[in-house]
Nanobody
Framework: QVQLVESGGGLVQAGASLRLSCAASGRTFSNYAMGWFRQAPGKEREFVSTISWSGSRTYYADSVKGRFTVSRDNTKDTVFLQMNSLKPEDTAVYYC?????????????????WGQGTQVTVSS
């Protein structure tokens, strides 16, 4: 089992920045690709970004490319999502997820473990 706990969400104005963190425990963190997803009210959950086991490869949804940056610190078992130039349409609950290296071909992974989510609200 992998336990994931997100933090760093909040209420900000459009144009501001937030940094989300996701702390992992339970298994060898560096064996897992990590993903960020989000779900807005009344909408389905959508992919935001993913980062490979070593952090050498990343992938983003078109809607956040150039504004969001995913990174990880394998010494601290933590993945981050730096969100800049936030827009009201970024408002959602943000979830991190873990996919074992054998669960697909990066960046297309099957995520087996999910955090509880952290709310991000961007006002206009």
């Amino acid at each position: 089992q992998v336990q994931l706990v997100e933090s760093g969400g909040g209420l900000v104005q459009a144009g501001a920045s937030l940094r989300l963190s996701c702390a992992a425990s339970g298994r060898t963190f560096s064996n897992y690709a990590m993903g960020w997803f989000r779900q807005a009210p009344g909408k389905e959950r959508e992919f935001v970004s993913t980062i490979s086991w070593s952090g050498s490869r990343t992938y983003y949804a078109d809607s956040v490319k150039g504004r969001f940056t995913v990174s990880r610190d394998n010494t601290k078992d933590t993945v981050f999502l730096q969100m800049n130039s936030l827009k009201p349409e970024d408002t959602a609950v943000y979830y991190c997820a873990a996919a074992h290296g054998s669960s697909g071909t990066f960046p297309i992974m099957k995520y087996d473990y999910w955090g509880q989510g952290t709310q991000v609200t961007v006002s206009s």
